[in-house]
């Protein structure tokens, strides 16, 4: 997988990544899931995309950046992954990385509960209606 990895294939760099990251068969270090989920998010995987945009805005194995997590959550989120849209409708919601937006928010929360994302749909039902924008 390292090899894989190494050469420049982004499904191996993000499993390195996340063995890297959960210390599973090798010892945990997040700087270096950091390193891996990022080469293999700018190749556009989608999952490293996410991840690497969370590990920004908890600060794990990098300095925390929410404007950078924020970046890479919306290219994962613009590639129809829920989980992102979720974050990305709580970033914007929140104003966490970029300036507040509670109606972005809430078309990301739409966008993810329609891909059955259930946190996005209980999201929805509590916003009050007048974060409409």
Do not use: H
Request: a negative charge.
């Amino acid at each position: 997988m390292r090899r894989g990895a190494e050469q420049g294939d982004a499904g191996a760099q993000f499993q390195l990544a996340t063995l890297y990251c959960t210390g599973t068969g090798i010892v945990r270090n997040l700087t270096e899931a950091v390193k891996w989920y990022r080469r293999s998010a700018e190749q556009g995987d989608r999952y490293a995309q996410y991840n690497l945009a969370v590990m920004l805005s908890k600060g794990q194995g990098t300095p925390q950046d929410a404007e950078e997590a924020f970046q890479w959550c919306s290219a994962a989120a613009e590639q129809g992954l829920p989980e992102a849209q979720l974050q990305l409708g709580d970033l914007c919601r929140l104003g966490l990385g970029t300036a507040a937006d509670p109606a972005t928010a809430r078309a990301w929360y739409e966008s993810a509960a329609a891909r059955g994302n259930p946190e996005a749909a209980a999201r929805l039902r509590t916003l009050p209606e007048t974060l409409t924008g």
